[in-house]
């Protein structure tokens, strides 16, 4: 099994997402509103010595791809952890077309599948309700705007995994890994919001080799059952078995970064994801990380 990078550079900050403030929010969905700005941002952390992107697979994901594919000679070491998909498309997709027009236009849309072959096996996954079929064709969908760079895990979205999880579905999760294992040629990710309980299951599952991302931080933001659960559950995992990631660390800046790294380099935790949007964030954060 290959080993995740330590310190993997985020993308939050660049979609206008902040979970405690929406005109923090707002700032900086204006402010990243040009790919320029982007880039200078990731240019600034690379400079900085990082070598792990996740990217949620956005609106915007599939021309911030292109950038970085444009440029081998810049951008050729790094290391791609995928997150999909990414819920708030979607959401708009059903709201717009249904639940079936949104499915046809993610599996039929030119330059996602082609080929007889591959039309005829979506039309039987939507006929026959085939869950697997459907989920292994989403994924490739999902993927595609990722092909060509270096993938190191395939995450999925907590919404999805959660929602799987509360269903008990043991199947979906297995060919999942093993999909992504043997298509890309990655790691399995799941990103959760109870990281004890997916843990737990995956356990009983008999599934291993999945890297397990969640809110980690002093205060249990975002983190359920609570903060003594995550301690318990870290300092019993055995990390060839489940890798552990650390988000939200700052819990949407409620907890200083000094108090923040404190406690995250206390626990058994193998890789940290964070964003910023200045050089001296990102030089502080990987400073107070190492």
Same mark, same amino acid.
């Given at each position: 099994m290959s080993t995740i990078d330590q310190i993997v550079f985020g993308d939050n900050q660049f979609f206008g997402i902040n979970h405690m403030s929406q005109d923090k929010a707002q700032q900086l969905a204006e402010r990243f509103h040009d790919l320029d700005a982007i880039f200078s941002v990731y240019d600034a952390a690379i400079d900085a010595g990082l070598r792990a992107v996740m990217l949620n697979s956005n609106s915007r994901a599939a021309e911030i791809c292109d950038r970085f594919r444009s440029n081998p000679s810049r951008y050729a070491g790094l290391s791609w952890y995928p997150s999909i998909p990414y819920p708030h498309k979607y959401a708009n997709w059903v709201a717009e077309k249904?639940?079936?027009?949104?499915?046809?236009?993610?599996?039929?849309?030119?330059? /996602?599948?082609?080929?007889?072959?591959?039309? $005829?096996?979506?039309? &039987? $996954?939507? #006929?026959?309700?085939? +869950?697997? @079929?459907?989920?292994?064709?989403?994924?490739? $969908?999902?993927?595609?705007?990722?092909?060509?760079?270096?993938?190191?895990?395939?995450?999925?979205?907590? +919404?999805?995994?959660?929602?799987?999880?509360?269903?008990?579905? $043991?199947?979906?999760?297995?060919?999942?890994?093993?999909?992504? /294992? @043997?298509?890309?040629?990655? #790691?399995?990710? &799941? +990103?959760?919001?109870? #990281?004890?309980?997916?843990?737990?299951?995956?356990?009983?599952?008999? +599934?291993s080799g999945v890297v397990i991302c969640s809110s980690i931080n002093k205060i249990g933001y975002l983190m359920s059952p609570g903060v003594e659960a995550y301690k318990q559950a870290l300092a019993e995992n055995d990390p060839e078995a489940f890798p552990m990631m650390a988000m939200s660390t700052l819990a949407s800046g409620a907890v200083p970064p000094k108090e923040a790294y404190d406690f995250v380099n206390s626990l058994n935790i193998q890789s940290v994801v964070f964003g910023a949007s200045s050089r001296p964030h990102i030089e502080e954060t990987i400073r107070l990380i190492k």
């Open positions: 249904g639940i079936v027009g949104t499915l046809n236009d993610v599996l039929f849309q030119k330059g /996602r599948l082609s080929g007889i072959g591959k039309l $005829a096996q979506g039309g &039987l $996954a939507l #006929m026959s309700m085939d +869950i697997v @079929r459907m989920m292994k064709m989403l994924v490739d $969908a999902e993927m595609q705007m990722f092909d060509g760079l270096n993938i190191k895990v395939v995450f999925l979205q907590n +919404i999805v995994t959660d929602l799987l999880l509360g269903l008990d579905t $043991a199947d979906i999760f297995r060919e999942y890994c093993e999909h992504v /294992r @043997r298509k890309y040629g990655a #790691m399995p990710g &799941l +990103i959760t919001q109870n #990281m004890p309980y997916l843990r737990n299951k995956l356990m009983e599952w008999g +599934i």
